[in-house]
């Protein structure tokens, strides 16, 4: 797999410039005018809000539209409790003097809705002070500008919102991805993908990305099975790197809590993709260790029925996990899905095949459709070996479609067209039974000869 293919989508496939952001013409138009307002020296506000739901598409407008003027973007991006020092230290100088350069300027402040609240008391004053004593424009961004908290930084900028896409848009846009990483897709599962993630378009991306890295191609029904309602919650490719990239505890125990996966799924996440992402020996020691514990109390709790046990395996596959990691440095890196829930879903068409193939059988029968599974059909299944026509015909007689006598036989089932023509004609359920009993017979005594041999 080429090196590119670890870049996160969402990245690589960011706006360049204005013309590859699509739609949202109005806050286009209102965010332009507003900037040749600035060149102009006359901006009736200082400061834009620019509002939406998550993975609407505020950051990267920004972006698009600072490239295309190319402008020089400042930006925060210390976490939240550090933001008010960094705003004053750092966003401060740069708002009040000119550049050197001589290039336009954009203030960027991403994601203020961490200013409200106890987290950083006096976030909301320092930013009304920048937008006061600012000479460049300041652009920031909220998901709910809407908080009460924000009323003076709303009061004191201009408002601008950011509706979420529509189908269309998105799946163009998705197709888009899929053609240039040459990944197969149906336009139903992009229709799935953005219906699944309520227009977040960053969450689309990064499911169209796990998907298509994973399977090769995006298809309804993978979709429909793999990727699940947002609802918000996270899914496990990202509750892994958050796992994996928590720095404190409480990092990583929200991360398993928030996870849409249950505990024994992710068990099976993190037990396939330990050992791609913890490469260092002694990290992944760890990290197995603290995996089987986990094990052995997701054990013990299913046959105590002591569903306490729950919390101190949430703190091995979260915490305990995530300081495993001492040595490996972290790299984006494409998790796999576990091998089991793969091959779950790939053998799932087969295994309701069979299970309909062992009911009928367990009706003429008489018992169990576990005993036709364990008895029967493996009888069946050896007599085709040696018998193809009648195997064929005792199936027919049973009544089994295609689809449960290829399932019994195996993929490879041949075609009975060449065999020896049946001089019986077809038989009934009863005839079937008595021939298949007979001919298992024949085949145990032959078996039984053989073996005395
Ligand atoms: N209008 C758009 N045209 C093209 N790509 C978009 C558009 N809106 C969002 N994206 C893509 O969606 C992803 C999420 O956008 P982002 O700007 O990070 O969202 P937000 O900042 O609102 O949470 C990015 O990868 C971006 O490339
Ligand atoms: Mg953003």
């Known amino acids: 797999m080429p090196e590119s293919s670890y870049i996160p989508w969402i990245i690589k496939y960011r706006p ?3 013309s590859d952001y699509v739609d949202q013409e109005e806050a286009k138009t209102i965010l332009l005018n507003w900037l040749k307002a600035w060149d102009r020296g006359s901006p009736t506000k200082k400061a834009v809000l620019l509002y939406g739901p998550p993975g609407v598409g505020k950051t990267s407008l ?3 539209i600072s490239k295309e003027m190319n402008c020089e973007v400042i930006e925060t991006n210390a976490s939240d409790f550090r933001r008010r020092e960094d705003i004053e230290k750092r966003i401060k100088p740069a708002a009040t003097k000119m550049s050197l350069s001589g290039k336009k300027r954009l ?4 994601e203020v809705d961490g200013l409200s609240g106890t987290a950083d008391k006096g976030g909301i004053e320092t930013m009304l002070e920048l937008t006061s004593i600012t000479k460049h424009p300041i652009i920031m961004t909220a998901n709910n500008p809407f908080h009460p908290d924000l009323k003076p930084l709303r009061d004191a900028s201009l408002l601008i919102e950011l509706k979420k896409l529509n189908q269309r848009d998105v799946v163009k846009l998705l197709k888009g991805i899929c053609e240039k990483e040459k990944i197969f897709c149906e336009d139903e599962a992009l229709k799935i993908i953005h219906t699944k993630n309520e227009g977040d378009l960053r969450a689309s991306i990064n499911d169209l990305q796990n998907l298509g890295l994973s399977f090769g191609k995006v298809t309804a029904s993978l979709v429909n099975e793999l990727i699940y309602y947002r609802d918000r919650e996270v899914n496990p490719f990202d509750t892994l790197r958050n796992i994996f990239t928590s720095k404190y505890a409480w990092q990583s125990k929200l991360a398993v809590s928030h996870s849409q996966v249950d505990i024994d799924t992710l068990i099976e996440w993190l037990s ?3 050992p791609v992402q913890l490469t260092e020996p002694e990290d992944m020691y760890l990290a197995f260790q603290a995996l089987s514990r986990a094990d052995i109390y997701r054990g013990r709790m299913k046959r105590t029925q002591n569903y306490d046990l729950l919390t101190y395996i949430s703190e091995m596959v979260g915490p305990a996990i995530s300081l495993s990691r001492k040595k490996t440095k972290f790299k984006w890196i494409k998790y796999e899905f576990p091998k089991k829930i793969r091959m779950m879903s790939e053998t ?3 295994r309701e095949s069979l299970n309909k193939a062992a009911a009928k059988i367990a009706k003429v029968t008489h018992c169990s459709r576990e005993t036709v599974k364990s008895e029967y059909i493996p009888m069946l299944r050896a007599l085709y070996k040696v018998n193809k026509t009648l195997a064929t015909q005792i199936m027919e007689g049973l009544k ?7 399932v019994i036989v195996g993929k490879s089932k041949e075609s009975t067209e060449n065999t020896e023509p049946s001089s019986t004609g077809p ?10 009993e007979t001919s298992t017979k024949k085949m145990g005594t032959r078996a039984r000869k053989k073996r005395s041999q």
């Open 427 to 436: 038989m009934n359920a009863e005839e079937s039974l008595r021939k298949f």
């Open 272 to 274: 396939e993709n330990i």
């Open 107 to 110: 203030i960027l402040i991403d």
């Open 400 to 406: 089994l479609e295609d689809d449960e006598i290829r």
């Open 348 to 350: 799932k068409k087969a």
């Open 16 to 18: 360049k410039s204005l």
């Open 62 to 64: 920004v972006e698009a």
